[in-house]
């Protein structure tokens, strides 16, 4: 630069300046409390108006909690321990009503001998979804993902073994059948010769092979009627079933109404409209009274596996949501991508177009079996024996008439620890995947 | 392909054609589609019928005409136990679109509010909106019916407590009375001139529509910009107020008062409607507050930097760039959760407000043993109400979409 | 853009040993017409290809070229007019759709790799599920054109880990692992940067040389001018002129083949 002004003062900086600390209003406590709560007129007023209503709910809550009971047999007991302890008329909770009661309301009438089997279980499942939910973890895991439910339906129910292994038997068959079928003849036909040889399976080998191999290997654990089943328990089983089995009908409906065949797209968009128009309370009082209208006559199953159904079907018109923006949110590069290579149309999707896909909508699905998992109180509505069925159920006993909000905090915890862990996951994912994406 | 198909016609059709034919595949899959369906509909039917026969029932809406002969707590039209079931039927309806109605308004305030605020910079009003909305979120919609409606009961006074030297006492003045019957508000009297005072009111509401026009219009002819909200504010109430004490204060409330065992006078809200009316709209409301801030966040901040630096002022820069740009983005799921709260109000089985599920499906089939048509019925009113809702949505959808390549 | 040509002619001098254009036609187009609804993008397209030749469609955005090579292989529908690929017409017939495809590669402008599969599966994919070749032959084939376009060490990885000019040349190799008979690239450099562009115009002369059909949409003219035995011009749906390069753009016969080379050689 040897154009510089006449006037500019040479200057050289001979030492280089030590940082210092900034004025005290620029830093630590002072300034966040400034900046975050006292920084303007409406600001003071917001944190006045929040400061008073949160003292408000912990004035309210904080005694109740402090003052609580946890061993008592009975609410009258409970009262009589407050008394001598914190005076007459104190509020204090009486949270042994958790204590004596804790069981039911996870597992319901479930035999307290055998709460080994559903606590099994959700290991089990866990162990399943781990593969599924975490990308990073071997892809081999998803063979067992794939075979859990069988394990788990046997340590929830019972009975023999051989009953879910002839029902996996039929499966395997049917994919050992197809894979054979699709060399010979085309996709579609060897998928028809599949669902024949599973069909086949089940109707004539299934009866016969469980009866038999009980009498040879009598593998079996106690049976437990679907009738003792209650409680966390029982909503878990309901959402996690609703949400495995509804994923291929979703599928194959969010697929029918990207579709451009005229006629399969409208009966899958009525489909999804239809459910989706109706409060799932209607459908389950569907389950619970015209389900056997519409069924041969004589049919006649347990109200559970009706209230499955149900929320199976009304689980898959949300799924098709979800995986509908997944399949829309894939360029359209990789149909044609595809398409030039020679893939046909299931091909296409199977190979590149739904391993996409269904990895975009994870976070979705977790959502909708958020939803769902909460919806699933609404059985006590039908008669099943839910959290809150569980909760009207105490509070009927004589011992326990009158406690509520115990009994609802409790519940709330155990849903809010559940879905808030889980739409944390959910968060993470998205992030993850608009990083990828980008 | 006009050449091919004279190819194909000079072949003659073959069988394997409407497999492989492009033009014939389609609609192949979609006759074999139909026929499955077909089937599997007969099949539903002629089971319902064979089952529907064993039972000796027929299918016959004729029920609907009889005498319901139960009573409804709540009613907005007229309404006896010697009405039909149609009527109570549509007193179920009017009391589902009351509840919706009233928890769509107070959902969107809360959720608005507390999407705002989780917004702001104060630390303590943000952290407490987020629990409120994770709190809310994450619990089951019935747990916190039942809860609120449980806090109604259990836990306000008995309308004895309100008597002199009792424990409770009336609200605001003593007009509201919060006791475990139910919430009394006081209730408004339409005397003589109040439809004089109705009519200055539409007519003010008309003026300030007529004056922000005005405005605009003289804003794009001279540029000038008129003082448009104390005008609007000052059209709202000065001609109300003033025709009020002009007419002599045609329009009074009736207080609740305490008349023996309960109170007298004044509107009575039940403890069914508001627990499912507060539980909808606190419930919905979250759901609202995220969607609210997420809409506003979706806003790139490229864009209130670019509003600034071209000169508008902040309020000009949220009313001419960033809400127009987050509405697009918030009303469509908004539109969603209205629906959803529409359809939630069925939960009103677990506190017994009269909804149409309660008395269509509820009463209704219990005492007729109607259970195909009225769950039917009940079902086709669902679907209109959402149909009618995303209809709406998918309207404003097209308006409002982006103008893009 | 000229900059690049220039560098490119002088960078390699090309073995045309093997680039002779025989009497087989390869591509036969007659009488074609293609509409977007109102939109006529096509009109009277007649053009034949013989085997060995390397043609290079140019033309301002929106002239139907991409259109023209996407109906080649059916990505588009044509609604009138023939077109014949080895000797296969391209008819309603799904097996013939079929057949056409996986005898044509196409290289896209976006790559359309899929991110999901290695480099190596992307490659091995259509081998496996259309051809139904052996896993361990679909590798070794895919391992040789990945060498072949020089990123054989990256066969692991996935698409979104390597760079757009790579991306481009494994989209090459995933296409001549159906060992097509012809190419189609659709504008292959225009989302690369620009010292990207050379790689893939390198592997392009290389596929070149070794006498492949290959049509090409592109705005490359150094590549034209190397590679091209036919130069294509097209405007408004339509051909407008095509000659041998030389002749193309020494001297352009229509105006608007002038205004265009004009526009995009000019500056």
Redesign the interface.
């Known amino acids: 630069m040897s154009d510089t002004h006449a006037q500019t003062a040479r200057f050289v900086r001979e030492s280089m300046l030590p940082e210092r600390e900034p004025p005290l209003a620029e830093v630590g406590a002072v300034k966040w409390v400034r900046?975050?709560?006292f920084?303007g007129w409406l600001?003071i007023l917001?944190?006045v108006v929040?400061?008073v209503?949160?003292g408000w709910i912990l004035l309210h809550i904080v005694p109740w909690f402090w003052n609580s009971v946890w061993k008592a047999g009975s609410l009258s007991q409970c009262r009589e321990i407050r008394d001598e302890a914190f005076g007459p008329g104190a509020s204090s909770a009486c949270f042994a009503v958790i204590t004596d009661r804790w069981h039911q309301l996870v597992f319901g009438f479930y035999p307290q001998t055998l709460y080994w089997r559903p606590v099994t279980a959700l290991i089990v499942f866990l162990i399943a979804a781990s593969p599924v939910l975490f990308p990073r973890l071997p892809r081999q895991a998803l063979w067992f993902s794939a075979i859990s439910p069988f394990i788990m339906f046997w340590l929830l129910w019972g009975g023999s073994v051989w009953a879910p292994l002839s029902v996996l038997l039929g499966i395997v068959l049917a994919y050992v059948a197809f894979r054979i079928a699709s060399r010979f003849v085309?996709p579609v036909l060897a998928m028809l010769a599949g669902v024949a040889v599973a069909v086949l399976c089940w109707g004539l080998l299934a009866g016969p092979l469980t009866t038999d191999m009980s009498r040879i290997l009598p593998i079996r654990l106690r049976a437990v009627g679907s009738d003792d089943f209650g409680g966390f328990m029982l909503s878990f089983i309901i959402g996690v079933s609703a949400i495995i089995l509804s994923l291929p009908l979703g599928i194959l409906l969010a697929l029918g109404r990207q579709s451009?065949?005229?006629?399969?797209n409208k009966?899958s968009v009525a489909f999804i409209?239809?459910i989706?128009?109706?409060?799932?309370?209607?459908w389950l009082?569907?389950a619970s009274?015209?389900l056997?209208?519409?069924?041969?006559?004589g049919t006649n199953f347990d109200l559970m596996l009706r209230v499955i159904i149900m929320v199976t079907l009304f689980s898959a018109a949300y799924i098709a949501e979800v995986v509908r923006g997944g399949l829309a949110a894939l360029?359209k590069?990789?149909y044609?991508?595809?398409?030039?290579?020679?893939?046909?149309y299931w091909?296409s999707m199977r190979?590149?177009i739904l391993?996409?896909a269904l990895?975009i909508s994870i976070p979705g699905i977790v959502n909708t079996f958020?939803g769902l998992f909460?919806?699933t109180?609404?059985v006590?509505?039908i008669g099943l024996l839910d959290p809150?069925g569980l909760s009207n159920a105490i509070r009927a006993s004589t011992d326990w008439n009158g406690v509520?909000?115990e009994l609802?905090v409790f519940?709330?915890l155990m849903?809010?620890i559940c879905?808030?862990s889980m739409?944390r996951y959910s968060i993470a994912l998205e992030k993850k995947l608009q990083r990828?994406h980008r | 392909m006009a050449s091919t198909v004279d190819a194909s016609s000079r072949q003659g059709f073959k069988l394997s054609q409407l497999?492989y034919d492009t033009r014939y595949r389609?609609l192949t899959?979609?006759a074999i589609?139909?026929a499955l369906?077909v089937l599997f509909l007969s099949w539903?039917v002629s089971?319902?019928v064979?089952?529907?026969s064993?039972l000796g029932k027929d299918f016959d809406f004729g029920f609907l005409g009889q005498r319901a002969g139960y009573d409804i707590n709540q009613t907005l039209i007229p309404y006896t136990s010697g009405s039909s079931h149609a009527r109570a039927a549509i007193v179920g309806i009017l009391n589902t679109l009351l509840v919706a109605f009233l928890g769509c308004i107070l959902a969107t305030i809360v959720g608005v509010i507390a999407g705002v605020?989780r917004l702001?910079?104060?630390?303590?009003?943000a952290r407490?909106m987020t629990v409120y909305v994770?709190?809310f979120?994450?619990?089951?919609?019935?747990?916190w019916i039942?809860?609120i409606f449980?806090?109604m009961t259990?836990a306000t006074p008995q309308p004895r407590d309100f008597r002199e030297g009792g424990t409770a006492s009336m609200w605001l003045w003593d007009s509201v009375a919060v006791s475990n019957r139910g919430v009394y508000i006081p209730a408004p009297v339409w005397g003589p001139g109040s439809t004089a005072l109705i009519i200055v009111f539409v007519l003010s509401i008309a003026a300030i529509i007529g004056f922000r026009r005005y405005a605009f219009r003289r804003q794009e002819a001279t540029g000038v910009l008129l003082p448009i909200l104390p005008v609007s504010l000052a059209l709202f109430f000065l001609p109300s107020i003033l025709a009020y004490f002009v007419l002599g204060g045609p329009v009074s409330l009736a207080y609740p008062e305490l008349g023996g065992f309960n109170f007298q006078g004044g509107l009575h809200m039940r403890n069914s409607l508001i627990a499912l009316w507060l539980a909808l709209s606190l419930y919905t409301g979250a759901f609202i507050a995220e969607i609210v801030r997420g809409g506003i966040l979706s806003v790139a901040k490229g864009q209130s930097e670019a509003a600034f630096a071209l000169g508008l002022r902040p309020s000009r820069t949220m009313n001419l760039v960033i809400l127009p740009q987050a509405m697009r983005v918030i009303i469509p799921p908004l539109i969603s959760q209205y629906l959803n709260l529409t359809?939630?109000s069925?939960?009103a089985?677990?506190v017994g407000y009269m909804d149409a599920?309660s008395t269509l499906?509820g009463i209704t089939?219990n005492q007729t043993g109607r259970?195909?048509e009225g769950?039917l019925l009940?079902?086709l009113f669902?679907?209109v109400?959402?149909?009618i809702i995303?209809g709406a949505m998918n309207v404003f959808n097209a308006r409002m979409k982006l103008k893009e390549r | 853009m000229s900059d690049v040509a220039h560098e490119m002619q002088t960078s390699r001098a090309i073995d045309r040993s093997q680039m002779q254009v025989s009497d087989e036609v390869a591509i036969q187009i007659t009488d074609m017409n293609k509409w977007f609804g109102q939109f006529h993008v096509l009109r009277d397209i007649d053009l034949t290809v013989y085997r060995g030749e390397r043609i290079v469609i140019c033309g301002p955005s929106g002239s139907g070229k991409s259109t023209l090579i996407r109906c080649i292989?059916?990505?588009e529908e044509h609604q009138a007019g023939r077109i014949v690929v080895d000797g296969i017409e391209l008819s309603n017939d799904l097996k013939n759709i079929?057949k056409i495809?996986?005898e044509?590669?196409?290289c896209?402008q976006?790559?359309?790799?899929?991110?999901?599969l290695t480099i190596l599966e992307n490659c091995t994919?259509?081998p496996i599920?259309?051809r139904k070749v052996p896993k361990r032959e679909a590798e070794e084939t895919a391992m040789h054109y990945l060498t072949k376009v020089k990123i054989p060490d990256q066969a692991n990885k996935y698409p979104?880990q390597l760079s757009g000019g790579q991306q481009q040349r494994v989209a090459i190799a995933?296409?001549l692992c159906?060992r097509p008979r012809i190419m189609l690239f659709d504008e292959p450099t225009s989302a690369l940067d620009p010292e990207m562009i050379k790689e893939v115009l390198d592997t392009m002369i290389e596929l070149a040389e070794e006498g492949m059909t290959m049509l090409c949409v592109t705005h490359e003219m150094g590549f034209a001018r190397q590679v091209a035995n036919r130069v294509i011009f097209m405007d408004q749906g339509q051909i407008v002129e095509q000659n041998e390069p030389e002749e193309f753009f020494g001297n352009p016969q229509s105006e608007r083949t002038k205004l265009f080379l004009s526009q995009i050689l000019g500056h």
Request: aromatic share 12%; net charge negative; hydrophobic share 50%.
């Open positions: 900046e975050n709560l920084s600001n917001l944190t929040s400061a209503v949160i085309s451009d065949l005229f006629f399969i009966v409209e239809l989706r128009g109706v409060p799932l309370i209607v009082f569907t009274l015209l056997n209208y519409f069924l041969p006559p360029p590069g990789q044609e991508g595809a398409d030039s290579l020679g893939l046909d091909q190979l590149i391993p996409q990895k958020i909460k919806d109180t609404l006590v509505f809150i509520y909000f609802f519940i709330g849903f809010f879905c808030f739409s990828e | 497999i389609s899959i979609q589609a139909m369906l539903l089971n319902t064979q089952n529907l064993d605020l702001s910079k104060n630390w303590l009003v407490l994770e709190g979120r994450n619990v089951p919609l019935l747990l039942i809860a449980a806090m259990e359809k939630n069925s939960l089985i677990a599920r499906g089939i259970e195909l769950m009940l079902g669902y679907l109400l959402s149909l995303s | 292989n059916h990505l079929d495809r996986s044509v590669g196409m896209f976006h790559f359309n790799l899929f991110p999901h994919l259509a599920w259309v979104g995933r296409s159906m």
